[in-house]
């Protein structure tokens, strides 16, 4: 065991991280249980936290883990950790928790419940894939131009499908090397969202679509598909 590893051990401490602001920056890739579920977690439901290692580790900056709730007094709950941390020395599968509802992140309800957890709200998740501007990903631009186009085959280890989806960012101050060379990434359609959702209302428009938007109006209106080279 190295050193700081070993120092981590004797004099090392976690805490555990809020997620609602990262769901906030998020929305459509980070989801949290809902305010009912949460108010409904009793002793023995099983919820997993966000624990991040102080000092910090070398090799993850948090890990997820999944506690076994013992007690609830209002907002506060206590538990025992259910996992073993993969690089966390100073904390160990067993050891007790305390921690707010809010900070909880997923929910497996005990089989041994009084009474049944309440129904989960419908989540509509965005994780097929699009190709992108790199300038809408880091925020500096919002969606220009959008078109759906046929899907491209799966790639053996594709988690999930291309969507078809191709998005172009605000041209309007781009060089022309800018626009002629455009960085883009092949991403979750969620990615997007989370920097510009205006065009959510069209993401279940066919393939052969396209839309560009009036930036006086900030409305986006149907217009020919670009021509392929």
Known sequence: MDFRRQLRRWFGRYEIIDPRPIAAEAPYTFYLPSENELLAVAPGDLVKLTFRSVPESSEWDA????????????????????????????????????????HIIDIDWSEDRVTPPPP????????????????????????????????????????????????????????????DNPNFSYIAIGKVLNEDDSWLHLINAPVGSAFQRNWETGEFASVAMPHSE
Request: net charge negative.
């Open 63 to 102: 890990e997820r883990m999944w506690v076994i709730v013992t007690a609830a007094d209002g907002s506060r709950l206590t538990g025992r950790l259910d996992n073993h941390p993969s690089d966390m020395p100073q904390f160990k599968a067993g050891d007790r928790v305390s921690f707010d509802r809010g």
């Open 120 to 179: 989960a709200p419908t989540q509509h998740w965005y994780w097929d894939r699009c190709f992108v501007d790199d300038q809408i990903l880091d925020g500096r631009f919002k969606v220009e131009f959008l078109y759906r186009e046929e899907p491209d085959p799966p790639q053996e280890g594709d988690a999930y499908p291309d969507s078809g989806w191709r998005f172009r960012c605000d041209t309007r101050t781009l060089t022309d090397e800018e626009y």
